[in-house]
């Protein structure tokens, strides 16, 4: 019990990742689906910043009073790149879904797949 | 300048040449063509001459902005990285090849050529990353162009197969980049070289299996190894011509070459399990992939299927470990690229012309459009690994590797994926030469401009000869080869 609290940052991430996951195979809805990707992107995200973490350690800012211990400034510097990524690819998809819903007039996965079948 | 200079041309020249490439052709639209034609070849000759600069040494080393590895980021030209010329190559017939196809691109064929530059600016940028990060940076680069280029076709059906290629393929990105992480965390290090090193010290054997697990399954996904296939087919099939030739030779290989990375990374935290897994799944791909490309109707699905069934021969070998099978996957990768863009632009060229997807359709054409059809027939004997064709070479090494590993099932397996491919070639042969048209859009057809054509039949040329430089190539990619199974077997035992 008492690992899962001192990692509960990482439960918290599993359960995050599961639950996009989880949105991401069970729903139908294309957009419900690109949620749920971005959920999970979201919990690698906050995996890779919590990685950073220094116990008691400051912000990594040069400004201020820069104590003895502070947080990693990578993995803050690589979530900023995985988030520029991650726009990119969520504005292609939804620009995909508007495509798919001017072209079938619908975007429900199973729905499309019936047409594509008939 | 010297060599190593030349390295971050290999991946910038694209990518820069595509960020201008619109704004160049706003005004002479029939600029753009001439432009990427010409960043391309330039690319392939500056790939061709880093590959000379190599020469007997393992690895060209460019530290960017004057940084030393392991703290800064470093780019690595070592002999997997020739495959750059692979990539710069194909892209740049792809791109001869799509000239006549300008109209069917879209009212602005410049964003199209700009998309197939970043292509090879994420391909090329991928082959020759030294660290982590970057490695995820250049294939999601080539992700999203490669999403983008499905989608580029015409049909109505393009978009949904660029939605159901990008879920997968993002999931599998952010399998990669959770490895990533988990490796950052373990050992503080991106640099490849450097976290091979710390890996093993780091001494926490369940958070480097989960990294292992993670990194595998998502480059797994990329290379559509079976039974993660399932979105590849869709794809390769929806895609205008040129992309589907690019995606099916090239861009499933990064896949295969991360993969690669992973064994040289993990060395023997990965060895054993990673190794099974990739020798039964790439077994059960050949014959999968051969038996569903045997009973596909439509001719494009029928390639993408043998797609499936080569990545098969590829894992197999690098599942078998031995120093034969790891360079026949090595030359495999390249070689199966070039046969399968000369047969996918082949095919893509009978189905321009005529307007029809199914091979029974086809029927007949191959006295309509003879360069065509012969490089389409030629190319598929290739594709089987007939001597002296390129796929030979590298299902032989992987067959010689089964049996140096005392494996008898899998030879079987591995002839009897060269005979299933001999199969189905023998169809698509049978239809096109010695049946008679049944459709009057075939009887209609005619040959190809030359601009079409002259890339087929130099991709097919080179696929049907190029197994005569095997032994070159075996000795070219055998110190990896070596370092492969060298990291695998490392201090058996004990870490």
């Known amino acids: 019990m008492e690992t899962v609290l001192a990692h509960l940052d990482y439960v918290a991430v599993a359960v995050v990742f599961c639950t996009g996951l989880y949105i991401l195979l069970a729903r139908q809805n294309l957009l419900k689906k690109l949620i749920g990707l971005n959920i999970m992107e979201t919990a690698v995200f ?31 510097a690589l979530v900023l790149t995985g988030i520029v990524v991650a726009v990119s690819m969520t504005s292609l998809a939804l620009a995909l879904i508007v495509r798919i819903h001017c072209e079938h007039g619908t975007i429900e996965l199973d729905e499309l797949l019936d047409r594509d079948g008939s | 300048m010297n060599g190593p200079d030349l390295l971050p041309l290999v991946f910038m020249l694209p990518l820069v040449v595509a960020a201008l490439l619109p704004a160049l052709a706003l005004k002479r639209p029939e600029l753009s063509w001439a432009l990427a034609l010409t960043a391309a070849l330039v690319t392939a000759g500056v790939a061709a001459v880093l590959t000379a600069t190599l020469g007997e040494s393992l690895a060209l080393r460019y530290p960017v902005g004057g940084w030393a590895a392991p703290l ?9 990285s020739a495959i750059t010329i692979v990539f710069s190559g194909v892209t740049a ?81 952010l399998l990669v980049l959770f490895s990533i992480g988990v490796v950052f965390a373990l050992t503080g290090s991106l640099n490849m070289a450097d976290v091979a090193e710390r890996l093993g010290p780091a001494g926490a054997p369940a958070a480097t299996a989960l990294a292992v697990a993670l990194f595998a399954s998502g480059f797994m996904i990329k290379a559509a190894l079976f039974p993660l296939h399932f979105w590849l087919p869709d794809a390769h099939s929806a895609a205008p011509g040129p992309v589907s030739a690019l995606l099916s030779a090239l861009v499933v290989k990064v896949g295969v070459i991360g993969l690669i990375r992973g064994q040289l990374l993990f060395g023997e935290a990965a060895a054993p399990a990673l190794s099974q897994v990739l020798m039964l799944l790439g077994a059960v791909a050949i014959v999968a992939g051969a038996v569903a490309a045997t009973v596909q109707s439509e001719l494009k699905r029928l390639l993408a299927y043998s797609t499936v069934s080569n990545v098969g021969y590829i894992a197999l070998g690098l599942g078998l470990a031995t120093t034969a099978s790891v360079a026949g996957s090595l030359v495999h990768v390249g ?17 321009e012309r005529t307007g029809l997807h199914d091979i029974e359709d086809l029927r007949g054409l191959g006295h309509r459009m003879p360069w065509s059809a012969a490089a389409i027939s030629a190319g598929m004997v290739a594709l089987a690994g007939v001597p002296p064709s390129a796929a030979f070479v590298g299902k032989w ?51 190809a401009p030359p601009s079409t054509v002259l890339p087929l039949v130099v991709l097919v040329g080179l696929a049907l000869s190029a197994g005569l430089t095997g032994a070159l190539m075996i000795d070219f ?18 870490r």
């Open chain 1, 46 to 76: 906050a995996f890779i910043v919590t990685t950073g973490m220094v116990d008691d350690g400051d912000p990594p800012l040069l400004a201020g009073d820069l104590g003895p211990a502070f947080a990693s400034p990578l993995p803050h």
């Open chain 2, 72 to 80: 800064g980021i470093e780019l690595v030209f070592d002999r997997l």
């Open chain 2, 93 to 173: 017939l792809a791109l001869v090849f799509s000239r006549t196809l300008a109209g069917g691109l879209g009212p602005r064929p410049a964003l199209f050529h700009a998309l197939v530059l970043v292509n090879l600016g994420g391909l090329n940028g991928f082959a020759v990353a030294g660290d982590l990060f970057n490695l995820f940076v250049f294939m999601e680069l080539l992700s999203v162009s490669a999403y983008a280029l499905v989608a580029a076709g015409r049909g109505s059906g393009s978009a949904l197969a660029a939605l159901k290629y990008l879920l997968p393929g993002a999931v599998s990105s």
């Open chain 2, 335 to 351: 070689y199966h690229g070039v046969t399968k863009a000369g047969v996918f632009l082949a095919a893509a060229a009978l189905i």
């Open chain 2, 397 to 447: 090494q992987i067959a010689l590797g089964a049996l140096e590993a005392q494996q008898p099932v899998l030879i079987a397996v591995i002839l009897g994926g060269a005979l299933l491919a001999l199969g189905y070639g023998i169809r698509v042969i049978n239809a096109l030469f010695f049946r008679s048209p049944t459709h009057a859009r075939v009887v209609a057809a005619r040959e």
């Open chain 2, 477 to 494: 990619v055998g110190p990896v080869a070596t370092a492969i199974v060298g990291a695998i077997a490392e201090t058996p035992g004990g």
